[in-house]
């Protein structure tokens, strides 16, 4: 068997044929927390800031229109999700950084704290303005919340237990994205719109509290020398990127005229980050990253995993709406099927992981079944029988799963330990900034297939403001029109999303096929 070694520099790597375990580290892998019961307890915690940061950002979809109905001003409907989206993804590297280099303890706290804070600023909320600057303060502290955690487990846990854990994580995100909706309809009916705010006051507390007293402070051994204009060359670019992916309904057009302001903003940023990452001491994302060709396959595989994990889920909800007929809550039912393949395909993949140390084939079987899946999803017709599309759901989910964690897991892996922050936030940012520019790709795809049937339906006027609720109201006839519009311009999305996954596939197909090592040995 081949030894491989990886030094700070993260030279060129080779894959060999069979997988590789590096020779035993000057310094073993030390949990920061020695107590097993105790490092559970720190977890469940860290689990419980996860799911408040992940769910807020789904919850107040289902109560936005309470929103806008007090507020009014439609137009600024998509910047209450959007801000949080855009501001969240800015932050994610500075995070990640500022934790390797103050310890991650009070980096964590203090994501907290802001985000706890930003939700008692939006429940009081006076105006869809102010709603919309106090989602940018709870995404300030909702960034740092979902890298600061990933990386504390790589603290708390060696490779191949971090495994099982951060399987955990995944459901954490999965649980919040299906019960969000529900949970937000719900707390708006019986208690007001701002109670879905509100709800975070006692939580964020307890978080705080627990995190006080039970989490250790490990002060990093290097001096700390904050890369400030790094930072803000990174949040330049990133911003752009997310902006650019929301211009056509901003601006109205990718290619309009304030859409390429924004990109050329974007590449003059990115070009400034460069040349400020070579000169300084401590670069909020080291370029030496990019210099590992796992890091580098894995950022493909996170954005690639983003595009169909996140992006494309409030389309595959349009179409199950506009080609079945089903209400949107029946629809939601339907996404159970999808939320328990995930679940199921993450615990699997997180326990095989952790007992072989070997990740590669999880990510190439994730991708391969996100290829099948997508393909037979653009197949489907108007008419299709409700229980195969639950299948099919289920299946889609599965292949979800197994792959959820690996790029933390290998990225983590590739980087040295004084690393790991900025590496985590690297790849959580792709896998952001895959969903936001899959969704403007979906959503132009769509927007030009449904095109041509302006005034072309009987009964309906404009496609955009066509409900389940209208839908249903039609003529039999003017249904299934509407049906088949949609499936036909579905056809070139679900096929795109499949291209997307393709390239993944053929990312982690290219991956070194490296062993986790065990506890008290070096990484690969």
Same mark, same amino acid.
């Given at each position: ?27 073993? !892998? ?36 309470? /929103? ?14 959007? *801000? ?26 203090? +994501? ?21 600057? @106090?989602?940018? $303060?709870? *995404? ?16 708390? !846990? ?8 951060? #399987?955990?994580?995944?459901? *954490? ?25 509100? =709800? ?32 803000? %060359? ?30 050329? !903003? ?8 460069? %040349? ?20 580098? $396959?894995?950022? &493909? ?6 595009? &169909?994990? &996140? ?24 996404? /159970? ?5 995930? +679940? *199921?395909?993450?615990?699997? +993949? ?13 990510? =190439? ?12 999803? #653009? ?9 195969? &599309? ?36 690297? =790849? ?16 132009? /795809?769509?927007?030009?297939?449904? @095109? ?20 249903? +109201?039609?003529?039999?006839? #003017? ?34 096929? =490296? ?10």
């Amino acid at each position: 068997m081949d030894i491989t070694s990886q030094s700070r520099s993260h030279a060129k790597e080779t894959a060999p044929a069979t997988p590789a375990v590096a020779p035993a580290a000057p310094a073993p !892998f030390v949990s920061l927390v020695a107590d097993p019961r105790r490092r559970v307890a720190v977890f469940l915690l860290l689990l419980t800031a996860l799911f408040m940061a992940t769910l807020d950002n789904q919850i107040v979809s289902t109560a936005l229109p309470t /929103i806008v109905g007090e507020f009014g001003e439609l137009e600024r409907f998509g910047w209450v999700g959007s *801000a949080y989206l855009l501001v969240a993804s800015t932050v994610m590297p500075v995070y990640g950084k500022l934790g390797d280099l103050f310890g991650r303890k009070y980096v964590i706290m203090a +994501a907290v704290a802001i985000f706890t804070v930003g939700s008692l600023v939006c429940g009081l909320a006076v105006s869809m303005d102010t709603l919309i600057a @106090a989602r940018v $303060l709870q *995404a300030l502290g909702g960034g740092g919340i979902m890298v600061s955690i990933f990386s504390i487990n790589a603290d708390l !846990f060696e490779a191949r237990e971090r495994a099982r854990y951060q #399987s955990y994580s995944s459901l *954490a995100l999965m649980a919040s994205g299906a019960v969000g909706p529900v949970l937000g309809g719900t707390l708006s009916d019986l208690f007001g719109w701002r109670s879905i705010f509100l =709800v975070n006051l006692p939580i964020g507390i307890l978080v705080l509290a627990g995190l006080a007293i039970l989490l250790p402070h490990r002060k990093p051994h290097r001096r700390p020398k904050i890369d400030y204009l790094g930072a803000l %060359l990174l949040a330049g670019a990133v911003a752009s990127v997310v902006l650019w992916a929301d211009s056509a309904q901003i601006f109205g057009s990718l290619v309009a005229i304030e859409s390429l302001a924004v990109v050329a !903003f974007g590449i003059l940023c990115a070009f400034g980050w460069v %040349l400020v990452e070579r000169r300084v001491a401590e670069p909020v994302v080291p370029l030496s990253l990019f210099s590992s060709r796992t890091i580098n $396959l894995m950022l &493909i595989v996170s954005m690639a995993s983003g595009a &169909i994990g &996140i992006g494309s889920v409030n389309y595959v909800a349009l179409f199950l709406q506009s080609t079945t007929g089903l209400s949107p809550s029946m629809a939601g039912l339907l996404f /159970i099927a999808m939320t328990g393949g995930i +679940a *199921a395909g993450s615990l699997w +993949a997180g326990r095989r992981i952790s007992k072989s140390g070997l990740y590669k084939p999880y990510s =190439v079987a994730s991708t391969a079944v996100g290829v099948v899946s997508l393909a037979i999803f #653009s197949q489907l017709h108007a008419g299709t029988p409700v229980v195969f &599309i639950a299948a099919l759901m289920l299946l889609h989910g599965i292949g979800i799963g197994i792959g959820q964690q690996v790029p933390v897991l290998g990225v983590q892996n590739a980087a040295s330990r004084d690393d790991v922050g900025a590496a985590t936030g690297t =790849v959580t940012l792709a896998r952001m900034s895959g969903a936001a520019i899959a969704i403007s790709i979906y959503g132009a /795809i769509l927007g030009t297939g449904l @095109a041509h049937m302006t005034n072309q339906v009987p009964g309906v006027a404009d496609f955009k403001e066509l409900t389940p609720a209208a839908m249903a +109201a039609l003529p039999e006839a #003017s249904r299934a029109m509407v049906a088949n519009a949609y499936a036909d311009a579905f056809f070139p999305l679900f096929l795109t999303a499949c291209g997307i996954v393709a390239i993944g596939f053929v990312a982690a197909l290219s991956l070194k096929n =490296v062993r986790l090592p065990v506890a008290g040995k070096a990484k690969s």
